[in-house]
């Protein structure tokens, strides 16, 4: 009896492993030819500058909308193109779709910064400050248009490869911001190294912010080093009036989070954005 249970444990534990290597094998075969399938979509989330009130940033966020699995998000697929190398194409895929709605948008009068993800495997490629140029120049798009945002862990792996890339693309003008910063353990003496022009608070410190003394101090802690460095401040994840405000009241430069909007497909941005410029101006002239 104990050995046909410890067999069909086996079994069971084979067959799961089998579903998911077929799965797996699958997303990663489909994951090759990701942005010539048309199935990847960029999506878009204000970042509110507290002191003017006003929408000048918006970071772009990847949704893989698949055909029979529906909505994917990038949790479920980004790790996994990281591991195959896929990530280069969907983060070309991700600049030059930024880029042209920048013109987009441009053309309608409104003059945004798109801020882009990329990951580890970007910085470690010797190519990819030109290819970043190679975009921008294409479609005449000024460099300090874009900000990358590379996250702390990715950052801090500290090869001479990224180490140059970064500064690369910073010398030419494109804004370099730290994502999810607070949860990687970087220290000041490598922070100082990196040509960094903002860092974005995790929101982990800021979701429970309102109510949390501890997460409180942390982002106070966080942004008084910011500006101490020089450095913007972005707050993600503000899904509160409560946390709006003291982020203001703590001096932080931009919040971010479904308490303004959640991340947008793009003709639902281009609505909300034009309808928040047409606000802004109204206030101006009642003011
Ligand atoms: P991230 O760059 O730190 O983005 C913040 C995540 O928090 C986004 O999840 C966003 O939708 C979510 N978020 C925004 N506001 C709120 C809020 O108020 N409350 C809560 N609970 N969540 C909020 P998303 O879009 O699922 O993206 C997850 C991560 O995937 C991103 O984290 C980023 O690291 C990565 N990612 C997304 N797009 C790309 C891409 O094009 N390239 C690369 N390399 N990574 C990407
Ligand atoms: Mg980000
Ligand atoms: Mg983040
Ligand atoms: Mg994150």
């Not at 990358?148 to 003008?173: F, P, R, Y």
């Not at 080093?225 to 946390?243: C, I, K, Q, S």
């Not at 430069?253 to 941005?269: E, L």
Request: hydrophobic share 40%.
């Amino acid at each position: 009896q104990a050995c046909k249970n410890k067999h069909s444990a086996c079994l069971e534990y084979s067959s799961e492993l089998n579903t998911f290597s077929v799965e797996r094998l699958q997303t990663l075969s489909e994951l090759k030819d990701i942005v010539s399938s048309n199935q990847l979509s960029l999506y878009f989330q204000p970042k509110l500058c507290l002191a003017s009130k006003e929408i000048t940033n918006v970071e772009c966020l990847a949704r893989w909308i698949h055909p029979d699995r529906g909505f994917i998000p990038p949790d479920d697929f980004i790790p996994l193109a990281e591991q195959s190398g896929a990530i280069r194409q969907i983060t070309q895929w991700a600049i030059e779709t930024a880029i042209c709605q920048h013109r987009d948008w441009y053309k309608q009068g409104m003059d945004l910064k798109m801020a882009v993800n990329i990951s580890a495997i970007d910085l470690a490629d010797p190519d990819f400050a030109k290819i970043v140029v190679g975009l921008l120049t294409k479609h005449h798009v000024e460099p300090h248009k874009l900000i990358l945002e590379v996250t702390e862990s990715a950052v801090m792996s500290d090869t001479e490869v990224a180490l140059q890339t970064l500064n690369l693309l910073s010398k030419i003008g494109i804004g370099i911001s730290i994502d999810d910063f607070g949860t990687g353990f970087s220290s000041m003496a490598q922070l100082k190294k990196l040509p960094v022009n903002e860092l974005k608070i995790d929101k982990a410190f800021v979701l429970e912010m309102a109510t949390s003394v501890d997460d409180q101090a942390m982002v106070k802690t966080l942004i008084s080093l910011a500006n101490n460095l020089g450095l913007h401040t972005v707050a993600e994840g503000v899904e509160d009036l409560a946390a709006l405000n003291l982020l203001e009241e703590m001096g932080c430069t931009y919040a971010q989070g479904y308490f303004i909007s959640r991340p947008m497909p793009p003709s639902d941005a281009s609505k909300w954005l034009l309808q928040k410029t047409r606000d802004v101006t109204k206030a101006c002239h009642e003011a």
